[in-house]
């Protein structure tokens, strides 16, 4: 039997609530399949700070090189300021592996209800394909003349031709695999003239290796409108680091809350492991309370799955949550409800098991 190897990473806040449930849920479903996981938790993050004064291990990486995917909760403690809780941890796994591809769906779960009325389902159906390695969040810059009337502070949103020939071809791919075959390029070269002209640049030349996909270029601002006015016209959407960041939060928000979405931090070429993720963050309001949104996290355990080449086995998990996020009385807090974590993640469970009977009645 194939043994999947999982490193787990709870992080900070309700990571270390929701990451533990989609163990769980990971575990129900591989005990209807013919593969199992073998977990390896790694309690990095903020208290691993207060102890050893970094957010991980030097050698973090290598004990997770070997891994066949990281399943992560989030990173961010509001004792330890913002910028090293991110690059501390969740950052130095992304770049360090070259996780170039940050992949979000976002869509309308069954029994949600949307923020935006006029709009069906259907019609809110994205995928945000987000830079992940350089851009604004490359991390060249520093600072200069600190206390001082002539301080200066910089950071460099670094653009190479590699980096956004890759993301744009992987965009176009990923669009070109979908049924409308629809891509938005987001821009912001009318006011950035150097690095997002090239940007612009370099998606014309890659579309001409995709000519069954259908394609347009938006400025960033003016998709945050188009995303609220016509969102049946988006599809898949490329944008840099920043751009792709705030968009999909937008767009979570619009399907109905932060809580259900997910990230997949891909390494196409398959060389390390790729990383996946709610995208909720930390939530210290809510940590230990019991009230956390777990389907973001499931969701993303799908992402998972389907990276490993289980398609049957994130399908079957896809659904479970959809029977789950359609029943109102298992909505948490964030959806309108009074669920719990632990209700939610019991029912996925019962549902994937149930699921599977089936199928075994059937053999």
């Known amino acids: 039997m194939k043994v999947y190897k999982i490193a787990c990473i709870p992080g900070d806040g309700i990571g270390k609530e929701v990451v533990p449930a989609g163990q769980q849920v990971l575990q129900a479903l591989a005990a209807t399949q013919d593969f199992g996981f073998d977990f390896t938790s790694f309690g990095w993050g903020g208290d691993w700070f207060r ?32 910028h090293i809780t991110l690059w501390g941890l969740r950052l130095k796994i992304c770049q360090g592996f070259d996780q170039y591809a940050n992949v979000r769906p976002t869509r309308i779960l069954p029994g949600i209800d949307g923020p935006l ?49 890759r993301i744009m071809r992987y965009a176009f791919k990923l669009a070109q695999s979908r049924p409308r075959k629809l891509l938005t390029v987001v821009t912001k070269s009318n006011a950035q003239r150097h690095a997002m002209v090239m940007w612009d640049e370099i998606a014309l030349q890659i579309s001409k290796e995709f000519p069954d996909v259908t394609w347009d270029k938006e400025l960033v601002d003016a998709c945050t ?34 809580g259900i979405a997910p990230t997949g931090n891909i390494d196409p070429e398959r060389r390390y492991p790729s990383m996946f993720e709610p995208i909720h963050g930390s939530a210290f309001d809510i940590m230990g309370q019991g009230l956390a949104n777990p389907v973001g996290t499931f969701w993303s355990c799908v992402m998972l799955l389907e990276h490993l080449g289980e398609n049957a086995a994130a399908e079957r998990l896809m659904q479970a949550i959809e029977a789950v996020t359609a029943n109102p009385a298992l909505h948490t807090r964030d959806l309108g409800g009074s669920a719990t974590t632990a209700q939610v993640t019991q029912a996925v469970c019962e549902r994937v098991r149930a699921e599977s009977e089936p199928a075994r009645q059937a053999a």
């Open 51 to 82: 102890q050893h004064g970094v957010m991980m291990p030097d050698d973090g990486l290598d004990a997770l090189r070997g891994m066949d995917a990281i399943l992560f909760g989030s990173a961010g403690d509001p004792h330890i300021p913002d």
């Open 225 to 258: 409108a188009r995303m609220v006015n016509r969102p049946a016209t988006l599809d898949t959407i490329v944008a840099t680091n920043l751009h792709a960041d705030i968009l999909s939060d937008l767009a979570a928000a619009l399907a109905g809350s932060l």
């Open 117 to 165: 009325k006029r709009c069906t389902p259907a019609q809110l159906d994205w995928v945000i394909v987000r830079e992940n390695s350089e851009g604004e969040y490359s991390g060249v810059g520093g600072r200069a003349h600190q206390g001082h009337p002539i301080e200066v502070a910089t950071d460099v949103s670094m653009m190479t031709r590699a980096g956004v020939e």
